[in-house]
């Protein structure tokens, strides 16, 4: 099962960067000398999450995508994402923008009503908080 917060999310929604190496900050500066410093440390917590629901693959409809504008505009909110065996708190990573960015599966049928058959596909950006 794959959730976020009480949204259930589609099967074929796909963790893009779930296998990446992201458990080390690293960052870079030179003395006066051109030498390196390097500071290395553990991460602790903002694991990037990119769900992918890829064109042809994996779609949203109206009333999801609604639900998932709603969880992002809510400043400084924290979900549950459950992601098979997997359970996180995760947060919309906006300091990345576009943190949601879905797009009408057929541009002209964005115009149903809320609730009706617009499909859309796209990319939405979490990090994790633990």
């Given amino acids: 099962m794959k959730k976020l917060g009480d949204l ?3 099967n074929q929604l ?3 960067d779930k296998y990446e190496p992201s458990g080390l900050a690293q960052s870079v500066t030179r003395t006066l000398g051109g030498n390196p410093v390097v500071f290395t440390a553990s991460l602790k917590g903002g694991r ?3 769900l992918e629901a890829r ?3 994996c779609w949203f409809n109206a ?3 609604a639900a998932i504008k709603l969880m992002a505009d809510a400043p400084g909110a924290a979900y549950d994402l459950i992601w098979g065996n ?3 708190t995760a947060l919309f990573r906006h300091h990345e923008p576009p943190a949601v960015q879905l797009e ?3 541009p002209l049928m964005d115009e149903y009503p809320k609730g009706g ?3 859309f596909h796209g990319t939405i950006k979490l990090m994790t908080l633990e």
């Fill in 55 to 57: 064109k042809g693959v």
């Fill in 117 to 119: 058959r617009s499909l």
């Fill in 63 to 65: 009333d999801e995508v």
């Fill in 86 to 88: 997997e359970i996180m």
């Fill in 8 to 10: 259930v999310l589609p």
């Fill in 14 to 16: 796909i963790w893009a």
């Fill in 104 to 106: 009408p599966l057929y």
């Fill in 48 to 50: 990037p999450v990119t």
